[in-house]
């Protein structure tokens, strides 16, 4: 079964900083999606960015990007110039396509506070 | 146009009773997933549909059951509440026309069993 590990339950950054959050996942599959959401207060999720597994490049979405590295299944979120409004749950997630449909598979969270 | 509306947002309920939530997904999007998400375990899958077929259900009791209607608009149902079900479910849907097709979730429906 597929897992996905993010080994920092929380984390902090000072306002206009760099921070990165940690994302492993297991799996045999050769042909799956990677994607970063985030969860403010209000409980959205919301799609910060994303990655396709046969890509070599790195995805970049304005402030935010990603180090993928598959052979290590090592998936991680780089925000910079961090703002008070980053201050969210960061979930990482695998997608893949199994039994008829595809399927999100999450991490546990990181919990980013933004100091100002 | 309008995102992904689950209602209701908060519910509270006793042990032994059911409850049934609803999501109305992105007019034009017939997928529809439901996803548990609670402190301990985190958000885990429960169900997708797609064209008002079940495609796919995660690893939870029978008690966890949903539908979808030709209108695409989705319900969950769990009956014979427990307090482990208290938790925010989340749903999602899609367009489901590739891979990397993005989910958008609403705000979900905190349920509380007491």
């Known amino acids: 079964a597929q897992t996905v590990t993010q080994s920092q339950p929380e984390m902090s950054v000072q306002e206009a900083e760099t921070v990165t959050l940690s994302c492993t996942y297991d799996t045999s599959e050769s042909d799956y999606y990677l994607f970063w959401y985030k969860q403010p207060p209000s409980r959205q999720m919301i799609l910060v960015i994303r990655?396709?597994?046969?890509?070599?490049q790195n995805a970049t979405e304005n402030r935010f990007s990603v180090n993928f590295q598959k052979a290590a299944k090592s998936f991680s979120l780089k925000i910079s110039d961090s703002q008070l409004g980053d201050a969210a749950m960061y979930f990482c997630a695998y997608r893949t396509y199994r039994a008829g449909s595809y399927q999100l598979t999450f991490g546990k969270g990181t919990k980013l506070s933004v100091i100002p | 146009k309008a995102g992904v509306t689950q209602t209701p947002r908060y519910l509270i309920k006793t042990r032994g009773q059911q409850v049934t939530l609803s999501c109305s997904p992105i007019s034009g999007h017939r997928s529809v997933s439901w996803y548990q998400q609670t402190p301990g375990q985190g958000l885990q899958f429960l169900f997708e549909?797609?064209?008002?077929?079940?495609?796919n259900k995660g690893n939870f009791p029978g008690r966890f059951s949903g539908r979808q209607f030709s209108n695409s608009r989705s319900e969950m149902n769990v009956s014979t509440l427990e307090l482990g079900d208290s938790a925010l479910y989340l749903c999602?849907?899609?367009?489901?026309?590739?891979?990397?097709?993005?989910?958008?979730f609403g705000q979900g429906t905190r349920l509380t069993v007491v």
């Open positions: 549909y797609f064209s008002e077929t079940q495609r």
């Open positions: 990655q396709e597994a046969y890509k070599q």
């Open positions: 999602a849907s899609s367009l489901e026309v590739a891979r990397n097709t993005e989910a958008f």
